[in-house]
């Protein structure tokens, strides 16, 4: 089973600091219409059974519910992650989507509008959550953790806020030094024990009713798995704004064009090839850790070295210290990212407390 992410443009009305797309106007040769069309047929032969729409903001283009619906009548799932500017363009759509993932960043309005570079996001991303949790929609907030926002205060903060606020779902990405971020890294790059902290805390709020295809969270904490290592160009792989495809959402390594080129072809390239056949090196040899690891985020090691091997660079394990070694275990129903990316799932609501949060607020309409 394959997920696509696609980055259907790189426009966007946000200016944020750790963009790794450093979004903001679109490429002239983002795919049209009638090729996308024609990208997602491909998708469909191939056996993709999702696909998650991110960075830039893909709502901002005109065509992008026509898309959505052509992907939706071919049977493929549709998720978005969003910056929560654009609820008037989706609203009257929503059941298309399986989930919708919101960003923000820290519980302050002034800390997130900094962040994300434009003042008054913080309110519209407040109301797209309140929004799409009232119409029952699968709904994430999503954090990228860095410096700035790492500590367990932080943390605590935006926890209770997602609680009150009752989305599904918190998923936390991890900062990387590329796009925008790479000019900001000296302020927002993380280290090993900033980090271990960060994950420390969120391991205490994660149950056993979603994986963690975050690696290294798993390998320190515990966990359920679905998939051994880091799911990209395994399960996964990334559709830039122009066609060209590369293993992971954070790396611009392209193996080949999808206009041109089958997802089947594309996926024997040599870029695909070489972050599957990742080799252990250094601590990662004597790990125990090492037979769902892999190495940790393939892309951060590709960021920081130049290759996929590992380990990643801001593991601070010993191969020798005892662990409590995560299971390998496939729930039927499954979140998009599980199988996407490096990510850290933190499930907030439940399934039978929504249902019954839903209940409630139909009796109160009536």
């Not at 910056?83 to 298309?96: A, S, W, Y």
């Not at 605590?156 to 990387?176: G, I, M, T």
């Amino acid at each position: 089973m394959i997920v696509a992410g696609w980055s259907f443009t790189s426009a966007c009305n946000l200016r944020c600091i750790h963009c790794y797309n450093a979004s903001g106007k679109p490429k002239e040769n983002e795919l049209t219409l009638e090729e996308a069309y024609k990208v997602a047929d491909k998708l469909k032969k191939a056996g993709v059974i999702a696909v998650n729409f991110g960075g830039g903001e893909c709502a901002l283009r005109k065509d992008f519910i026509q898309l959505c619906k052509y992907l939706f009548e071919s049977g493929i799932e549709i998720s978005y992650t969003t910056n929560g500017t654009c609820f008037e363009i989706i609203k009257n759509h929503l059941p298309l989507f399986h989930d919708i993932g919101v960003s923000l960043d820290f519980a302050d309005e002034k800390k997130h509008d900094e962040f994300r570079g434009v003042k008054g996001n913080y309110k519209k991303a407040i109301h797209t959550i309140k929004q799409l949790v009232c119409k029952g929609v699968n709904t994430e907030i999503v954090t990228c953790i860095t410096k700035l926002n790492c500590s367990e205060n932080e943390l605590k903060k935006l926890h209770e806020l997602a609680k009150k606020l009752k989305v599904d779902y918190w998923r936390l990405n991890r900062f990387r030094n590329n796009g925008r971020g790479a000019d900001n890294k000296s302020y927002l790059a993380l280290d090993k024990e900033e980090l271990r902290k960060a994950y420390a805390f969120l391991a205490k709020q994660i149950d056993n009713s979603v994986s963690t295809p975050e690696p290294l969270l798993r390998s320190a904490f515990g966990g359920n798995y679905s998939f051994p290592g880091d799911p990209s160009g395994f399960t996964a792989f990334r559709i830039q704004p122009d066609g060209e495809v590369s293993p992971s959402v954070f790396l611009k390594e392209s193996g080949g064009n999808i206009k041109c080129k089958s997802v089947k072809e594309i996926m024997n390239s040599d870029v695909f090839k070489r972050i599957r056949n990742r080799k252990p090196r250094g601590k990662c040899r004597k790990c125990s850790s090492y037979y769902h690891c892999r190495g940790g985020d393939a892309g951060a090691s590709h960021l920081e070295y130049g290759h996929f091997d590992g380990p990643d660079p801001l593991c601070w394990l010993e191969p020798d210290e005892s662990r409590i070694h995560p299971k390998k275990k496939i729930s039927e129903k499954w979140n998009v990212h599980e199988r996407y990316l490096c990510t850290a799932y933190v499930p907030i609501i439940k399934e039978y407390e929504k249902k019954k949060d839903i209940g409630m607020k139909i009796k109160e309409m009536m």
